[in-house]
């Protein structure tokens, strides 16, 4: 295969109540009160029409203090080492994280949102609008998180990817 280089830079940064990974939510679900701000860079701020229309948003974005990864972990919803794809571990080859929001508001070059589960200072890579016939696929399998998947909202982050 032919290495193919590629270039992201941050659109904005994301702003939220968390400085430190350890004790912050897992997944969106568990971060559902948690109110945050996007700042966008003013270049970008044209692309942010017609935003408001939308009551989520998918945010991708880059896991900035992740280095390093492993093949296998063990996931924070888990006690048994899994295969690095299928877990949503923050330590990856390409740190990129993903998360659905809820848009409360697009005011100038700033987004108010709901349900963030980032670490503040998050450099933000690219936002999409989320569209339920688009984003939620019929029939779906979620293999070894099927039990665990319901605790999510309780489950915070440790300290097994600082490291």
């Known amino acids: 295969m032919k290495n193919l280089a590629m270039k992201l830079s941050p659109i904005g940064i994301i702003h939220t109540p968390y400085n ?6 897992i997944q969106p679900a568990g971060a559902e009160a948690t109110k945050a701000t996007i700042e966008i860079n003013e270049e970008f701020v044209p692309g942010l029409k017609d935003l408001d229309g939308f009551s989520h948003i998918i945010l991708l974005y880059h896991f900035h203090q992740s280095e390093g990864y492993k093949l296998e972990v ?42 963030a589960d980032i670490l503040d200072g998050t ?3 690219d936002i999409k609008p989320f569209v339920p016939e688009f984003d939620s696929p019929k029939n779906t399998r979620t293999g070894w998180l099927d039990e665990a998947r319901k605790t999510v909202n309780n489950r915070v982050a440790d300290n097994r990817f600082t490291k």
């Open 74 to 115: 063990t996931p924070f919803m888990d006690t048994v080492p899994r295969g690095l794809f299928s877990t949503r571990a923050p330590k990856r080859p390409n740190p990129i994280g993903l998360s659905v929001v809820e848009l409360l508001k697009v005011e100038g070059n700033t987004l108010y949102v709901k349900g």
């Open 123 to 125: 450099p933000l890579i």
């Open 20 to 25: 430190t990974r350890e004790g912050m939510p």
